[in-house]
């Protein structure tokens, strides 16, 4: 059988409205103060499931099994607090340590390996943080960007009411699907 055309798709967390677009403004800054722009190619977000491939022709049924999956959990906490970094290039958001998301985490793990299908098995431990800088942020770059943002405050605070399926389209990733949480 012939395999269809494929994309590329990840799930993540996007915090509502007002703040994320604070962060979208602290996105902005970085690209333009230190020349490190590939983060605005996506909205804010915490990675749920890495990118991974997926046949186009077979989207509808990613969307429907992660939608009937995700309502079975419920809406949980979710604190940022401060900056942190993999050093040489990359300049997050700190999550704060969370059980509810870990444990989401771990069961959607499960089940796109599972039942999706989808290889993440070998992949990097789970480490919440919305990014900020990375990839084109030069280690020069770098040490500056993390003077300025070391010891920088930042608090926010949101209830996580479902995550979100992102599609790439050649350039940037797109919110195809929002997957609410049950109420619970």
Not at 60 to 69: K, M, P, S, T
Not at 152 to 179: I, T
Request: hydrophobic share 40%; aromatic share 12%; charged share 20%.
């Amino acid at each position: 059988m012939k395999q269809g055309s494929t994309s590329l798709y990840f799930i993540a967390l996007i915090p509502p409205s007002p703040i994320r677009e604070g962060i979208a403004r602290i996105k902005e800054y970085v690209a333009d103060k230190f020349h490190s722009g590939a983060a605005l190619r996506s909205p804010p977000h915490i990675t749920f499931q890495p990118p991974f491939h997926w046949e186009v022709n077979r989207q509808n049924i990613l969307g429907e099994a992660l939608g009937v999956f995700l309502k079975g959990n419920a809406h949980f906490e979710t604190k940022l607090s401060g900056f942190g970094a993999f050093s040489p290039r990359v300049i997050f958001i700190n999550v704060e340590n969370n059980s509810p998301m870990e444990a989401l985490h771990s069961s959607l793990r499960d089940y796109c390996h599972q039942e999706l299908g989808i290889d993440n098995q070998g992949k990097t431990p789970f480490r919440p943080h919305l990014t900020i800088a990375f990839r084109d942020l030069t280690k020069p770059q770098f040490r500056l960007a993390w003077e300025e943002f070391e010891n920088r405050d930042l608090h926010y605070q949101f209830k996580a009411v479902g995550l979100s399926l992102l599609k790439h389209n050649g350039k940037s990733w797109d919110v195809l699907q929002e997957l609410p949480f049950s109420n619970g």
